[in-house]
């Protein structure tokens, strides 16, 4: 018997049906084909800076563009972003930039000046997220006396550096001052503070030229160097640093004493000091002060930026922070601010005015460095009535200056210059010279022009190239500062595509750290193996060995991470 026909409407179904298969296969090739011809997406970031030459970035246009060149050989596209000086260290600070280049110079001679500062300091945002466990290394290695100890917290610290890839340590930069050479009392300072009071050229005005002009004038919430040295001109801390030197020295306090657990520090105040709007100095100014910088609640607490960075990075939480918890106290004009404990995360216990010439300071935990941290600038102490006045306001402050230094501002003229003339009422050694000016150019030529040329007779940082000049003139002279600092490529961890850990390390590995010295660093000069010198004892971690160049590893990571990388 015939085989039944299948009706027409179940042929025509399946004819459909594969019409329906024979489209839905040439579109899978065709997606399939057009995916693997599809190009993968290059990685494209900007790099922020400054155009003002440090002893730790000579030249960074000139850095920028090589890293610029560096990054494309593994396929990392780098749109380089100027700006102006100010605003860019506000803007990394408050962790705005996510890729930058930034660098410090010590301040005093101790590795909590760099680790502190930088890694452990909630205040600092320029790297994002902090890490706990790096944290608290860091707090315990400040608090720590004995040397092998302190050294083994920061051979850690350096390997958790290594590991979280925070930032890339490049460089300690040699550089350099020069001066004519008939100036008298001419030097370098190691931490960049210039005492331009012991100078002098044989006449009445003696002109400076450095990379670039202060932010202000009262320097509490300051962390620029030309800004800290041009206050340094005018103000004074408990103690200082020796000329040219390191060595602390009696300032406004004549002496000091620590307990044996180095966790209470006793201040003899100087008679006889005045500001220069006619005050006497005392024990509460001191007092005042610190408060002003503590206390979040202090009316004073204003500054600049109202970050205060260096109270952070130095002695961690601002008391007040959240609610009140403490209250200034004035006892018969003895002033004093205790916490109630130790919970709120900073150092000091207490801050108080003993009597009129006594100041004491109880903290949290011991501190071997606590002497070296008060020398520091941004600790200068102010007239308490003067702050009260301006409400601890830098902008106000800038414009009538009140220290107790060898100089008094005369002038700023904005875009120009700072005039000093010398404090005829200076409780120490009077100026050499009756009249000072800062002048600036960001440009290292420019400086050394103005020098040959006699209208400047001192600049800061004169460029590698121009050294061999200097050396060559007979009516110049060189004076070399050791690299007590860290030039260094920063992340923001916050920010993409910093954010992924393998593409920080891809950037690790492209970055030819030693072409980048070869090329643009002075004589003295030294590829960084950790974030403080090598001399830098305890400190530096030379056992700790940092990514090597190897654009091979670099092209890897990023191609894992999808990125086209060249051939």
């Known amino acids: 018997m015939p085989k039944p026909r299948r009706p027409i409407y179940l042929m025509e179904e399946n004819m459909k049906k594969n019409k329906i298969f024979a489209i839905l296969s040439v579109l899978v090739i065709v997606t399939m084909l057009l995916a693997s011809c599809k190009k993968a997406p290059t990685a494209e970031v900007t790099l922020s800076f400054r155009v003002v030459d440090r002893a730790y970035l000579p030249s960074p246009d000139k850095v920028a ?82 040397a092998a100890a302190r050294q083994a917290h920061y051979d850690t610290i350096n390997q958790m550096l290594k590991d979280d890839l925070m930032m890339i340590p490049v460089a300690h930069g040699g550089s350099s001052t020069a001066y ?45 160097g030309e800004t800290l040295r041009a206050c340094e001109q ?13 060595d602390i020295v009696p300032a406004l306090a004549e002496s000091y004493e620590a307990n044996e657990t180095l966790d209470e520090y006793t201040f003899a105040i100087r008679e006889g000091v005045k500001f220069q ?80 010439q006594t100041v004491k300071f109880s903290l949290c935990a011991p501190d071997p460095a606590f002497a070296s941290k008060v020398a520091f600038s941004v600790f200068s102490i102010q007239d308490k009535d003067f702050l009260d006045a301006n409400n601890g306001d830098s902008v106000k402050m800038s414009e009538t200056p009140n220290g107790t230094g060898p100089y008094i501002v005369k002038a700023w003229n904005r875009g120009d210059s700072v005039v000093y003339e010398a404090n005829p009422e ?24 103005e020098l040959q040329a006699g209208t400047v007779n001192g600049i800061d940082n004169p460029g590698p190239d121009d050294v061999a000049a200097i050396e060559a003139d007979a009516t110049l002279a060189l004076y070399p500062r050791a690299g007590f600092n860290i030039f260094y490529i920063g992340f923001n961890n916050k920010m993409a595509p910093f954010d992924n850990l393998d593409f920080r390390k891809a950037v690790a590995y492209a970055i030819d750290r030693q072409r980048i010295v070869d090329q643009y660093y002075a004589t003295g000069s030294s590829v960084a193996g950790s974030f403080v010198p090598q001399f830098v004892k305890p400190g530096a971690s030379p056992d700790v060995v940092w990514y090597e160049f190897d654009q091979a590893k670099a092209k890897e990571l990023l191609k894992g991470l999808g990125y086209s990388v060249p051939k």
């Open 180 to 224: 004519q050479a008939n100036v008298e009392g001419a030097h370098s300072s190691p931490l960049g503070n210039e005492n331009f009071s012991v100078v002098s050229n044989g006449t009445d005005t003696f002109v400076w030229m450095q990379n670039g002009e202060p932010s202000s004038l009262w320097c509490s919430d300051e962390t620029d």
């Open 65 to 146: 563009q090589e890293i610029q060149a560096q990054l494309k050989e593994v396929g990392i596209n780098v749109t380089l972003k100027e700006m102006e000086s100010a605003a860019f260290i506000d803007a990394t600070s408050a962790g705005q930039e996510a890729f930058y280049l930034l660098g410090w110079n010590a301040d005093y001679p101790d590795a909590t000046n760099f680790y502190d500062y930088h890694f452990g300091n909630a205040n600092n945002l320029q790297f994002g997220d902090l890490f706990p466990d790096m944290v608290e290394e860091i707090s315990a290695a400040g608090k720590t006396s004995d």
């Open 277 to 356: 709007n006619g005050a006497d100095l005392d024990a509460s100014d001191v007092v005042a002060s610190f408060v002003a910088q503590w206390d979040a609640m202090s009316p004073n607490h204003v500054g600049r930026t109202g970050t205060f960075e260096y109270f952070g990075a130095f002695f961690g939480s601002f008391i007040n922070a959240e609610s009140q918890v403490a209250e200034l106290v004035d006892a018969d004009g003895l002033l004093s601010l205790t916490a109630p404990d130790c919970e709120y995360g900073g150092e000091f216990k207490s801050i108080e005015a003993v009597d009129a």
């Open 426 to 449: 200076y409780w120490g050694d009077k100026a050499l010279t009756q009249n000072l000016i800062f002048r600036w150019s960001e440009q290292s030529a420019q400086r050394l022009l």
């Open 234 to 246: 005018v103000y004074e801390a408990l103690l200082g640093f020796s000329i040219g030197g390191t």
